[in-house]
């Protein structure tokens, strides 16, 4: 008698009636279902990989275009710091008792008087002038280097995020003004600027701008005011409602103590204001602190926002004319405390980046997705490449305010941060790197038949980079 085996099974006798006998012995016909399904999905995967998802011909040449505009963006830089040793004769017997040890970078960072304070807030004689920057320092980005408007003053537009409005094509960026001094409200509190309002610039090409004004100012007077210059007004971001062809800003709303956590709203006829400011409110009755908002490709805008002590985020759409925000509300991220979001979609897929919570000071970053805006979102870890492992831990020694599309290099963002300067919150400054998606992710935690679910978010380091020729048509 021969004696065969079928996927492991010892068969024997004619092969005719194997398969019958296959087919209908019941134990055996589990086993070949169960095969037969784990053989599908590795046939659906490798199909996957050789045309990926939405990909048709067009966007492979379109690809290819791509992969020379953008080769320069991914080509991250490395740093490396030196840490100056420590200051100050001692004598043998002081260091005897008490040793010295060196400080860390990120102690260097936070000490207003480091001797490498230029390495992280570069001074005025290296300040980015779009006015006189000529040939081939033209359009480079610095991030952290001082970055003048075209009437030749620092951009003042902290905590910032930019809407593009098509028919005009302009890009306009919104951020707190924070040209003012810097004090402790209480020896506890943390550094704060009085209320100055809310800048906006205007740009074609997201290098020059013109300082368009305060579009909404803070009150000196009304001390019963949201805006009263002793209250605090952080994160404002702007978007259009096709609907009402309205101007709509959302922001963090605040006492001096940050007790009264609440988004405020305010709305306009043009992109450049004046902004009427309109109420603010504990959305869905929870505590809302560091915050943004998203407007989907349908038209629907969602508000997300850190709550319960900053130890989860809430996320929830607003109302048709993006006024207010509705009942529906779902809890994210619960127990990672995380703030400081800004959200983006790249294909079907939704993308967060966050801070952790510690102040002023740097923190890492982590990458977040979902299929649903509305959740679950899965943490992807740190999405810094580039630098060092200091200024990778330490977002480049910032902390996230928005993400901007590039809409002609799909993938392609401009990842725009903050580096505080705690000691003089006016000089603080921006870190804008190129962020894309794409690549199997470092740290997937969701799966999907053993495949990750989710593409690499990655942001990388450059001293100094430019937009490819081509970023916008
Ligand atoms: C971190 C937040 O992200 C900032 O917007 C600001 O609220 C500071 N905390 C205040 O310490």
Redesign the pocket.
Known sequence: MVLRTIFGIPISGNPALIMVRVLSGSRYSLVVAVWALVGCVLMLHLYSLIHPRERSEGDIEFHLSQLQLTHELQASQDEGFQIPPPRGRRSPRAIKRRPRRSTTLIEEFLDETSQVRHMFFPDQRTAIDPMKEVGDDNMYFSPGKIWLDTDGNPIQAH?GGILYVEKLGMYYWYGENKNGPTYHAHKKG?ARVDIIGVSCYSSKDLWTWKNEGIVLAGEETNVTHDLYQLNVL??PKVIYNDKTGKYVMWM?IDDAN?TKASVGIAVSDYPTGPFDYLYSKQPHGYES??MTIFKDDDGVAYLIYSSEDNSELHIGPLTEDYLDVTHAVRRILVGQHR??PALFKYRRTYYMIT?G?T??APNEAHAHASESIMGPWESMGNPCIGGNKVSRDTTFFS?STFVLPLPKIPGFYIFMADRWNPAQLNDSRYVWLPLSVGGAADMPLDYNFGFPLWSRVSIFWHRRWKLPNGWNG
Request: with cysteine; glycine share 14%.
């Open positions: 905590g943390a952080e994160r963090h940050y602190r560091d703030e400081a801070s919570c102040g002023w902390q």
